[in-house]
């Protein structure tokens, strides 16, 4: 009984006595925006539904860096294979593992790139960064490499060989399925789903002083949340949402100029920027 009443004693001063664990802060990021490539010339219709059909626009492609807490996450990946360099006129080419070495990064230490959708030029280049956990919704991945490519399907835009490669990387054990809306990936970063740009598109919410929403192609332009007009959807059906879901963004980030779009080369005026990199917050 003495014995028995030691070893309560003991752990009860164990429990007790145990410093208590403190929660662990949010880290602070620093967010890059670069800039791989240009499109002149494109139509503003196709990006912004309703738009004038003459009118013309020159459009950016561009990856997004995002480093702290540990990470260096890339929000898409690019793009490099030869067939899109036919169907798109695409000038000032950079690849983009060589491109994230302008914001002081190698591509062997991108720690995980986040997907936000299957199209060519965001998902085309996560065969670039080797050592990279890629996070992409799971209907998203579900549909592309399945019925997408069945009769009634719709695979406008998608590189099999990229789908391919995704699901190489899901036997190797490097494939994160993000389950829905409103997922926390890390701490202070979290995915919320975007009114189907694709069949299920998603977009990254970045808590911080300031909070940023990096948008993709949820919405290509500023001139799509300033006009609360849809960019390309899946469907006609889903403008609505992906109106809905640009509104949701500018309430995440406190401010429609931190929302930053897919395609809009105005991100690199309104922040400063050198060369291809615009430092979109800094903690330096």
Known sequence: MNSLRFLLAALLSTIFCFPALEARPTPEYSIYAIRYAD???DSVADLVMGAPKNEKIDTIFAVWLIRGGGHNILFDSGFHRERWFKQWPIKNFLRPDEAVKLAGVQPDEITDVVVSHAHWDHLGG???????TVW???EEFRYYTGEAWQPGGDHDGIDSDDIQYLVR?????????VKG????LFPGIRVFTGGRHTFAAQYLFVEGSPRFVLASDNAYLYRNLETHTASATFTEEDWPANVKN???MVRLAGSVDRVIPGHDALQFQK???QGRVAVLKSLK
């Open 169 to 177: 990387l899901n036997t190797e054990g490097r494939l994160h399925l």
């Open 271 to 273: 922040y400063p920027t």
């Open 246 to 248: 640009q509104e949701r």
């Open 181 to 184: 809306d409103d997922v926390e």
């Open 39 to 41: 499109s002149p010339g």
């Open 126 to 132: 996560i065969d670039l960064f080797p050592k990279a």
């Open 136 to 138: 992409v919704q799971e």
